[in-house]
């Protein structure tokens, strides 16, 4: 008879706390070609990675996420205006020692749906961040696009990245 692997126990999302959420890098740059010739993006491209590290023994999980915006025109060319965020967010989950299992190679297997979950909330979080950090600039006021956060598991900040164009309700809020 083959075993079934036990199903993961249910996220609860009062079991997760927000310790801490961290800017250490917020930049706007353009380049003189740019500045020579402003013209505001109709299109945003986004690259979203991160990296996580998971201690369940006190509770706690931090993410790191990187997340950059290249502002381009109708036909997706970049302008040569560009954000770069950097945000590190800490969390405490009462709970983590029943979403993790430690491997014998030393390494660790997440709950995919408790890693989702932190995911959500630093791009949620990251989107207001944005948002404060673009508005009045050549950006306009970004608003990072809703997506899964499953796509992102498996991105790291030394990942390559994936073009994220907004969609044409966001684009119209850019400018």
Known sequence: ????????????????SILEVAV????????DKYLKQIVYP???????????????????????MQIVCEGA????????IDGNFLLEFAFEIEDLSDHVTQ???GGMLVNAILGATLIGLCISTARGLILERTRGSYLGGLILP???????LKSTINDSITTLPVSEVEKENVV
């Not at 008879?1 to 997760?16: D, F, H, L, R, T």
């Not at 809703?146 to 992102?152: A, E, G, H, L, R």
């Open 1 to 16: 008879m083959i075993e079934q692997a036990p199903s993961p126990p249910p996220v609860q999302p009062e079991k997760i």
């Open 146 to 152: 809703v997506q899964n956060p499953m796509q992102y």
């Open 73 to 80: 025109d109708e036909q997706g060319v970049r302008l040569g």
């Open 103 to 105: 491997k014998e190679d």
């Open 42 to 64: 109709s299109l945003t491209h986004w690259h979203i990675t991160h990296q996580s590290a998971y201690l369940p023994h006190d509770k706690k999980c931090n993410i790191r």
């Open 24 to 31: 250490l890098r917020s930049n706007i740059n353009a380049t």
